[in-house]
């Protein structure tokens, strides 16, 4: 995973290095709608938040990259059914990520962008009541796929996500597949 950050860093600084057209940066703030695909969660969405700073860097008049490092808090529940090895699992599962999206931006008109590309997670937070005889439910990283738009106004930014989990998250056994997916709507602020 140090290394997926690593290439991410590189990247970002060799398009600053390059970027010819604009360069912004910013912070952003929104809430969450998650859940954790798998029979072991409820599949409803839960609420929680997320928080950051981001860049958008324009390589031409209507493209661009938007790399970004956001704390995002997923959090869910339990299923009230689990298999004997899930029942261990708190009743509320709140999982902390350090998210490195590097998302590629296409906007038709000033007004609007349109965003795509992966996202790289660290897990740097979870609850401390998640271990079971010495094995860690979750995963240390989560890889995903962001697709969203954005109303770029002055200097407000108004966006809309989905984030759909790539990998499985789980670390108990290889029973069961659990999967993220994610709502984030936020504002942001450009410098």
Same mark, same amino acid.
């Given at each position: 995973?140090?290394?997926?950050?690593f290439v991410?860093?590189?990247?970002?600084?060799?398009?600053?290095?390059?970027?010819?057209?604009?360069?912004?940066?910013?912070?952003?703030?929104?809430?969450?709608?998650?859940?954790?695909?798998?029979?072991?969660?409820?599949?409803g969405f839960?609420?929680?938040?997320?928080?950051?700073?981001?860049?958008?860097?324009?390589?031409?008049?209507?493209?661009?990259?938007?790399?970004?490092?956001?704390?995002?808090?997923?959090?869910?529940?339990?299923?009230?059914?689990?298999?004997?090895?899930?029942?261990?699992?708190?009743?509320?599962?709140?999982?902390?990520?350090?998210?490195?999206?590097?998302?590629?931006?296409?906007?038709?008109?000033?007004?609007? @962008?349109? $965003?795509? %590309?992966? #996202?790289?997670?660290?897990?740097?937070?979870?609850?401390?009541?998640?271990?079971?005889? =010495?094995? *860690?439910?979750?995963?240390?990283?989560?890889? @995903?796929? $962001?697709? %969203?738009? #954005?109303?770029?106004?002055?200097?407000?930014?108004?966006?809309?996500?989905?984030?759909? =989990?790539? *990998?499985?998250?789980?670390?108990?056994?290889?029973?069961?597949?659990?999967?993220? #997916?994610?709502?984030?709507?936020?504002?942001?602020?450009?410098?």
């Amino acid at each position: 995973m140090r290394k997926i950050l690593f290439v991410a860093l590189l990247v970002f600084s060799g398009t600053l290095l390059h970027a010819q057209t604009g360069f912004r940066l910013g912070v952003k703030a929104g809430a969450n709608l998650n859940k954790i695909d798998g029979q072991s969660f409820d599949q409803g969405f839960n609420f929680s938040y997320h928080a950051g700073a981001f860049a958008e860097i324009d390589f031409a008049k209507r493209w661009g990259i938007q790399p970004e490092v956001i704390w995002s808090q997923t959090a869910t529940k339990p299923a009230t059914n689990l298999d004997a090895i899930y029942t261990t699992l708190p009743t509320n599962v709140k999982l902390d990520y350090l998210m490195v999206p590097i998302l590629l931006r296409y906007s038709p008109i000033g007004l609007l @962008s349109f $965003v795509a %590309g992966p #996202q790289f997670g660290v897990l740097i937070n979870k609850n401390e009541n998640l271990l079971s005889n =010495g094995q *860690q439910a979750f995963k240390s990283g989560d890889f @995903s796929m $962001v697709l %969203g738009a #954005q109303v770029n106004l002055k200097v407000l930014r108004i966006y809309g996500r989905y984030n759909i =989990g790539l *990998q499985n998250i789980n670390d108990f056994t290889d029973q069961q597949k659990w999967n993220t #997916q994610q709502v984030q709507l936020g504002l942001g602020l450009k410098f």
